[in-house]
């Protein structure tokens, strides 16, 4: 039986790249972007290289975007397998946190904690009808704890919720089987992380690899390149 798998602010960079690779390991992917136009552009270059995805329009920070998309999932898949929480806003280097703009801070917990959360939320049923279900919240290493430096507040605060989403989620689901965890894919050369990062699909394999875990994988685990990060 195929694998189901939807992906996130998909429609370019790590997004794109991760359903690019799942789609080559035989996955069902749905690509999701907060267009229906950008969606259905990106779906277009992978069928150029073969590869065949479905477009789907998720504004993941809309209200009841998640059940409209989930309705959408039942109706053509019945089912979700995995779910890789990727889209993300606001790597605010230019601010730091002793002068910062909150409004900045909020639309990012909008979107890369909140829109995570209510996209789980939305998407659980489905999850919970796969015998494999799998959650991939993609984080970072600027919301690692051990490691916290000065600058880019709005995107490291929001990414350590989101780190403690994961640990959240993993411990709950845990009985049900659902394997959760965070994943850092490292300095990328995307249109966020800028030139200079390593290649896109480098940074990519390490949630595919999460994406991908056998039953019994790892849960509630923080990963770059398939290695544990300190929190």
Not at 103 to 115: C, K, S
Not at 119 to 147: F, M, Q
Not at 193 to 204: D, I, K, Q, S, T
């Amino acid at each position: 039986m195929d694998v189901v798998s939807l992906v996130t602010g998909a429609n370019r960079g790590i997004g794109l790249e991760v359903c690019r690779q799942l789609a080559g390991a035989g996955h069902t992917v749905v690509l999701t972007a907060r267009s229906a136009d950008k969606a259905e552009a990106a779906a277009r270059d992978l069928a150029d290289e073969g590869l065949g995805v479905h477009p789907m329009r998720l504004d993941v920070s809309g209200q009841g975007e998640p059940e409209r998309a989930a309705k959408e999932l039942a109706d053509r898949f019945g089912r979700l397998d995995v779910l890789v929480n990727n889209a993300a806003i606001a790597y605010d280097t230019s601010q730091r946190a002793s002068a910062a703009d909150l409004g900045v801070v909020r639309t990012a917990m909008e979107t890369n904690l909140y829109g995570a959360w209510q996209t789980v939320l939305g998407l659980l049923p489905l999850l919970r009808a796969s015998a494999h279900p799998r959650i991939v919240n993609v984080s970072s290493g600027a919301g690692s704890l051990a490691t916290m430096g000065g600058g880019t507040p709005a995107y490291r605060v929001s990414k350590v919720a989101l780190n403690g989403l994961t640990r959240i989620l993993a411990d709950e689901l845990r009985v049900e089987g659902m394997l959760v965890n965070a994943v850092c894919p490292g300095w990328v050369a995307t249109d966020m992380g800028g030139r200079g990062g390593r290649p896109v699909a480098e940074g990519a394999a390490g949630i595919v690899w999460a994406a991908t875990l056998p039953d019994d994988g790892p849960t509630g685990g923080f990963f770059r390149d398939r290695k544990p990060v300190p929190w």
